[in-house]
């Protein structure tokens, strides 16, 4: 167990539908990371949050959107989904933000499958 | 894209050192490298990381060039466990981007 809690970890919907996927921190850390790996794909960096705040972005599609709360869960929102949406979603954590200097070390959930039919 | 250069793929005979390599030839004076591994499809996993020196963990050793244009990372005794992806990474205005990473293959 890796301390970051990453909810369902399975989810099958339809095209067309919303999704939200959950991610808790480990205990401490203020930042928060999500991933997408599509099938035989490199893990693509989507948004980072640090202490509720938008740090840094990625290949996020505007069908995506995050945000990170006051107890610094954070929530990935996908909607109008897909096929090709279908993928692993990591969420990370550290203690850091985006200092440019400094060792930031990431800590990884298990991951939310998500299957779009 | 990474900033990173990694093989695609790697064997290496179970009980033997698995020597990997990166190239990171634009890293600049004030950036650590970090490795990770993912096995399968589990949440990628934390290794060492480093920025001048040569460290070592209970996981693996990091050798790193004094140029620091290049790293290798060392599993001294690798397991067919050891099997899984490896990423070499280089943080990018503060965000970590992962390459394609080595495909290692340890074999009985």
């Known amino acids: 167990d890796s301390g970051v809690t990453q909810t369902p970890k399975h989810l099958i919907t339809a095209t067309g539908q919303r999704v939200t996927l959950r991610c808790s921190p480990r205990?401490?850390?203020?930042?928060v990371y999500w991933y997408q790996q599509s099938l035989d794909q490199g893990l693509q960096f989507l948004i980072q949050?640090?202490?509720?705040?938008?740090?840094a972005k990625g290949n996020i599609l505007e069908r995506f959107s995050a945000q990170q709360f006051p107890d610094l869960h954070s929530e990935l929102n996908l909607s109008s989904l897909e096929l090709g949406d279908s993928a692993l979603y990591f969420c990370?954590?550290?203690?850091?933000?985006?200092?440019?200097?400094?060792?930031?070390?990431?800590?990884f959930g298990a991951g939310s499958r998500l299957t779009v039919l | 894209d990474a900033k990173t250069t990694q093989p695609p793929s790697m064997d290496c005979a179970e009980g033997r050192a698995a020597n990997l390599p990166c190239n990171h030839s634009t890293i600049s004076g004030n950036e650590y490298v970090y490795w990770y591994r993912q096995i399968h499809s589990q949440g990628p996993q934390y290794i060492i990381h480093?920025?001048?020196n040569n460290e070592t963990n209970e996981m693996a050793s990091l050798i790193i060039t004094e140029d620091r244009k290049s790293s290798t990372l060392i599993l001294p005794h690798a397991t067919l466990r050891d099997t899984a992806v490896y990423y070499c990474i280089v943080r990018e205005g503060g965000k970590l981007i992962f390459g394609q990473g080595t495909e290692l293959s340890v074999k009985p």
């Open positions: 990370a954590s550290s203690v850091l933000g985006s200092r440019p200097s400094g060792a930031n070390v990431l800590t």
């Open positions: 949050y640090y202490n509720g705040e938008e740090r």
């Open positions: 480093g920025l001048k």
């Open positions: 205990s401490g850390d203020l930042s």
